[in-house]
């Protein structure tokens, strides 16, 4: 099992990507955080870090540290509207 993206989430991590001018093969990347125990750090990067998974939803990419794909496994990642956007 692996993490899957609601179609919100698809098209929010497409728009920023989109903004951010990440080539087609960047994405959203999701990481344990380093400075809070127990959550995690996203961040748009140009391509996968080495052992990431990577989820591909409709030209969408998410890449998920390893260590974090196991704690996220069946986990759904969404997003919603909000006045300053998508979120």
Same mark, same amino acid.
């Given at each position: 099992?692996?993490?899957?993206?609601?179609?919100? /989430?698809?098209? /929010?991590? #497409?728009?920023? %990507?989109?903004? $951010?001018?990440? +080539?087609?093969?960047?994405? =959203?990347?999701? $990481?344990?955080? #380093? #400075? *809070? $125990?127990? @959550?995690?750090?996203?961040? =748009?990067? +140009? %391509?996968? !870090?080495?052992?990431?998974?990577?989820? *591909?939803?409709?030209?969408?990419? !998410?890449?998920?540290?390893? *260590?974090? @794909?196991?704690?996220? %496994?069946?986990?759904?990642?969404? /997003? /919603? $509207?909000?006045? *300053?956007?998508?979120?």
């Amino acid at each position: 099992t692996m993490l899957t993206l609601t179609d919100n /989430a698809r098209h /929010a991590v #497409q728009d920023i %990507a989109t903004r $951010a001018g990440l +080539p087609d093969d960047g994405g =959203l990347r999701i $990481a344990k955080s #380093q #400075q *809070e $125990a127990g @959550s995690f750090e996203l961040s =748009l990067v +140009p %391509a996968p !870090v080495d052992g990431d998974q990577v989820i *591909e939803a409709e030209g969408t990419r !998410v890449f998920v540290e390893s *260590e974090t @794909s196991e704690v996220l %496994a069946d986990q759904q990642l969404d /997003a /919603a $509207a909000s006045p *300053e956007g998508v979120g």
